[in-house]
């Protein structure tokens, strides 16, 4: 049974994995994977179907089982996302970069595959982690199911300097990382990512680099349950 302190999107993750890992194959209803997390995600979280009988990716059908709950002024995320065919959703650059050859490298491998996905949709600089669960069965799988949780949903219109250094710096102060563990993570001087976060705070008229995240993310995010 699961248990309601596990909300962090790793341990829903497991939960998934392990609900396919132990059940039987052919798997004939898709809730037996996500019924025991369905009631813990939290608002930054997702899961969704997706129907890949067709043979054309495009022609995949999409459809939301849970909603995002966090509402931005950039986007609606769920209206990004109707329930339609794969080939009908707004944003097709999107879907070829971060939706069709992850889905076929599944279904050609039959196994869950978990990754961070790092990207643009409509015209924003997204990233989320995303679990893909397929079908068990013997063949190609009829359909996947996908969890995924937000991680940054940013606009760089507003700076027109910023560059993917920069998002990537935002990113992991969001996470909660400090400077020196951002020169770690992306291979960079200490002394390059506390310029880069000193013409960050500049930009946005922050004293420091906690009040330049909490600018950035009440100036992107309502953190406010959908009623969607």
């Known amino acids: 049974m699961a248990q309601k302190s596990k909300r962090d999107f790793n341990s829903l993750a497991l939960i998934l994995f392990d609900n396919w890992v132990k059940s039987q194959s052919p798997i004939v209803d898709p809730k037996l ?15 969704n179907f997706v129907d890949t009988r ?13 909603n995002y709950g966090v509402r931005s002024r950039l986007i609606n995320i769920n209206k990004v996302f109707p329930d339609c065919r794969i080939g009908d959703l707004p944003d097709q650059a999107y879907v070829a970069d971060a939706i069709i050859p992850q889905f076929q490298r599944v279904l ?23 679990i893909i669960l397929p079908q068990k069965r013997t063949g190609k799988p009829d359909w996947c199911i996908t969890f995924t949780e937000g991680r940054f949903l940013l606009s760089t ?11 990537h710096i935002i990113q992991l102060l969001m996470e909660g990382q400090t400077a020196k563990d951002a020169a770690e993570i992306l291979g960079l001087s200490s002394r390059t990512i506390e310029h880069r976060i000193e013409k ?3 930009e946005h008229d922050a004293r420091n680099a ?8 009440s100036s992107h995010v309502d953190r406010h349950v959908s009623r969607a």
């Open 200 to 202: 960050l705070k500049r």
């Open 157 to 167: 219109s507003q700076s027109p300097t910023l560059d993917t250094v920069d998002e």
């Open 108 to 130: 050609e491998a039959r196994t869950p595959q978990m990754d961070l996905v790092q990207t643009r949709i409509v015209g924003l600089s997204l990233g989320y982690d995303r």
């Open 210 to 217: 906690t009040q330049l995240v909490a600018k950035l993310i």
């Open 33 to 47: 994977l996500y019924a025991d997390i369905e009631g813990l995600i939290t608002i930054k979280m997702s899961i």
């Open 54 to 66: 067709a043979d054309d990716p495009r022609d995949w059908l999409f459809r939301r089982i849970k």
